[in-house]
Every structure is written in C-alpha cells, then in structure tokens.
C-alpha cells in the first residue's frame, strides 16, 4: 500500500510541475500580445500627432500615458500574473540607447520562461537592461 501512495504521490509531483511550465508560458504569451497591442497604440498615436509621448512611463497604472493612449487602446493591459508589483510591469520608454541609436521601447520587465527573444533583435543587451529577463518591442527611434 505504500509502494503505491509513493506511485501516486510521485506521479502528482510530475503532473504539478509540467502544469505550471504551461501556465507560465502562457502568461508569457499573453505579455507577447499585450505589448504589441501597446506598441500599435503607440504607433498610431505617433502617426496621429507626428511624435511619440516623452518620457519614462509605467503603463496600466493610471499614470498619463495611460489617458494619452486612450483612444487607441481603451484599456492599457496588465502583466497576467503581477499586475501590481513593479518588477512585472509593463513599461514605455522614449530614450532606450542601442548601438548609439535612441528607440522609443514597450517591454515587459519579466518573462517566466525561456524561448521569447526580443522580435525587435537590433544586437543589443542594453535594451532594458535593468530587466535581464525582459521582452522589449521596439516602437520606432526617437526623432531627433
């Protein structure tokens, strides 16, 4: 009887495992999708009013990026897992530097697991190099 307790205990342990590498991609892969949402909210307002907003913002706060982006993207998204603590925010930034080039950057600070590089790959790791484990997609560069 206890031979097969140790079985099934054993046998949960694995299924517990394998089910929370899925859910954390999955969040994974609802942060890809919020952050292009963003950046499409952003590049129209660019479009719109000829600049992107100035700044360092957090977004899905309330801060002013948030009523600035409004009518492109009514409800700004939050990180699936951590929507109110700061390492797992989603970010806007204007001055990102690569390669002596200024972006206007959205990124998740953190991503759960491996496998979401940067589609925006321009050779930099200091892209939001506060964050290591950071998904950034680039906007546009910062006109000058």
């Known amino acids: 009887m206890l031979v097969v307790a140790a079985i099934l205990f054993i046998f949960g342990a694995i299924a517990l495992q394998s089910f929370s590498g899925s859910t954390a991609k999955a969040r994974d892969t609802q942060r890809v999708s919020d952050l292009e949402q963003i950046r499409i909210a952003v590049r129209l307002y660019g479009e719109q009013n000829d600049s992107y907003p100035a700044n360092f913002y957090l977004l899905g706060v309330g801060s002013s990026i948030d009523e600035t982006l409004e009518s492109f993207i009514p409800t700004i998204p939050r990180d699936p897992r951590h929507g109110d603590d700061d390492d797992f925010r989603y970010v806007y930034n204007d001055t990102e530097v690569c390669n002596g080039n200024s ?41 000058s």
């Open 103 to 143: 972006y206007v950057v959205v990124y998740a600070r953190t991503m759960e697991t491996d496998g979401f590089s940067n589609v925006d790959d321009l050779g930099c790791d200091g892209l939001a190099s506060s964050y290591p484990n950071a998904r950034v997609l680039i906007v546009g560069e910062t006109p």
